[in-house]
């Protein structure tokens, strides 16, 4: 197996490392850039744990190479608050309407919401819905985050 040499922007830092070639961007961004946010579920893109946003689209960082990632941009949810710790406001909705549990989903609903929140045409509730019902919560969190998705979609991101 070969290794090969790849550069991202990762949070709005730039990451050059060496990889192996079968390495998933879940274990690169985990191991090799110790970014534990990302979290592994069911390694097969079915619990949406890992979402991440590449480029700005959510992609399950457990279906996708770390080579494949070569010259993208990544987020990850260390890079969705503010560095000054403000919430981005996916995750103030999610916090005042209790929409977590014990937090291992978070991060990928997270993901998945912001990359929805952030796009330039406005979203309704139900594409919302439709696009998180891939992600799996298994404390039954589900209300709570509906009410975010409803709050996020009832307030219109400021420009």
């Keep these: 197996m070969s290794d090969h ?5 990762i949070n709005g830092n730039v990451v050059k490392k060496t990889v192996a070639a079968r390495k998933t961007l879940a274990d690169f961004l985990r191991v ?4 534990t946010g990302t979290h592994i579920g069911c390694e097969h893109g079915v619990c949406g744990a890992c979402t991440v946003m590449v480029d700005g689209l959510a992609v399950r960082s457990c ?10 941009e990544i987020r990850t949810v260390e890079g969705v608050a503010k560095e000054d710790g403000t919430l981005h406001r996916v995750q103030q909705a999610l916090q005042e309407e209790h929409g977590l549990q014990c937090g291992f989903c978070t991060p990928g609903f997270v993901m998945t919401l912001v990359s929805l929140v952030e796009r330039k045409e406005p979203i309704d509730e139900e594409e919302m819905k439709a696009a998180l019902s ?3 919560c298994r404390c039954t969190g589900y209300q709570g985050i509906l009410r975010a998705v409803k709050k996020l979609t009832a307030t219109p991101a400021k420009a």
């Design 5 to 9: 040499t790849i550069q991202t922007k």
């Design 32 to 35: 090799d850039c110790s970014l």
């Design 63 to 72: 279906l996708m190479l770390a080579v494949q990632a070569d010259g993208a």
């Design 134 to 136: 891939g992600h799996i």
